[in-house]
């Protein structure tokens, strides 16, 4: 196991991020020995990648094998806040800054104080609010809203974001300064389609943790249950547009729902069974038989109403000759989401 020692105190640390990341993939070791050379400094990280290749779990990681990792990880995702109420919680305000601030707030910059704060989507910030960034990384000081006076901050900062910031200093809708400051020391996060070697690694490991946290899995035999072969050719098959987040809630549902200790394609979303014309071997009944054929039958019309529909559902219902109802109950039972077949250049 790696380590390096602590400059303040001579203290080793472990910085084996392998405790807290899961992946052997080139793409990923390449990302995990970046995150290994960054967390012993205070250097400003930049973790980049799609939605739900774990960015925030490489902050994490970097901050917990770092010499700040006695001290707070302050998270806040900057798209889930209006620019008007952002710029408060990072700073913070003094009582009658505005109407109804009767006490005053401590920022996230403060709170983070002597440890890390993690900007989630940062490209997302206002002007305004990257100014202030800018400002408090510079010269390590930030003012609240409603004070004449700044108070020093002692903060590693992480960002991460989804959107290509270039473009985004191009189109003026980012500060070049800022950009500059915070690309300090890239990670690339790769997606899930560019890793899925480690897609049985993944599903290992989300299989034990809900072992853990459910205790067992309702039709389980009280171990860890394991992925048919054919249902894991069905997930190498699947293009994961929602990358790791997407495999741990598959995984999640297929733990509920699977017998017997194994994982078949038939625990699998209905979307991603549809991925893949595997035919996983079985002992079951001619009855049992006719009856999986028939649902399969049934996912892969539905599949096919539901591409040819754009996602819509009424359409959907109407080419196959069936109530809205029927359908959504099919949807429902086969575990076909129709978000997945809505055009990207609609999707917002």
Not at 215 to 223: A, H, N
Request: hydrophobic share 40%.
């Amino acid at each position: 196991m790696d380590s390096f020692t602590d400059g303040r105190g001579g203290e080793e640390l472990s910085t084996n991020v392998d405790d807290f990341v899961v992946g052997q993939a080139p793409a990923m070791r390449v990302a995990l020995r970046q995150a290994l050379r960054a967390a012993p400094s205070c250097a400003t990280v930049l973790i980049l990648g799609e939605s739900g290749t774990g960015k925030e779990l490489m902050a994490e990681a970097i901050h917990k094998t770092s010499p700040r990792r006695a001290r707070p990880l302050v998270t806040v995702n900057c798209a889930a806040l209006p620019s008007e109420l952002l710029e408060g919680e990072l700073f913070g305000w003094r009582r009658g800054a505005f109407t109804n601030a009767v006490q005053n707030h401590r920022g996230l910059f403060e709170q983070a104080n002597g440890g890390t704060l993690f900007l989630d989507e940062i490209g997302d910030l206002s002007l305004l609010a990257q100014a202030k960034v800018l400002r408090a990384i510079q010269e390590r000081r930030i003012q609240s809203l409603g004070s004449e006076l700044s108070v020093p901050v002692d903060v590693r900062l992480i960002c991460a974001t989804n959107q290509p910031l270039e473009q985004l200093v191009h189109e003026g809708r980012f500060r070049e300064d800022l950009y500059y400051r915070i690309n300090v020391f890239p990670i690339n996060m790769p997606p899930l389609r560019r890793r899925k070697e480690d897609i049985p690694l993944l599903a290992g490991h989300f299989l034990r943790r809900f072992q853990s946290q459910y205790g067992s899995s309702p039709g389980g035999i009280g171990q860890t249950p394991e992925l048919s072969p054919p249902a894991l050719e069905t997930l190498l098959a699947w293009s994961w547009p929602g990358n790791v987040r997407e495999l741990q809630n598959v995984m999640e549902r297929a733990f509920l729902l699977c017998e017997g200790g194994i994982i078949r394609t038939s625990d699998l979303p209905g979307h991603i069974q549809l991925a893949t014309r595997q035919e996983e071997p079985h002992d079951e009944s001619v009855a049992d038989s006719l009856l999986e054929r028939v649902s399969h039958l049934e996912m892969r019309l539905i599949d096919e109403a539901l591409k040819e529909s754009g996602g819509n559902i009424h359409e959907a219902a109407r080419k196959l000759r069936v109530t809205y109802r029927i359908l959504y109950y099919k949807m429902k039972k086969y575990g076909i989401d129709y978000r997945h077949y809505i055009p990207p250049e609609l999707v917002e």
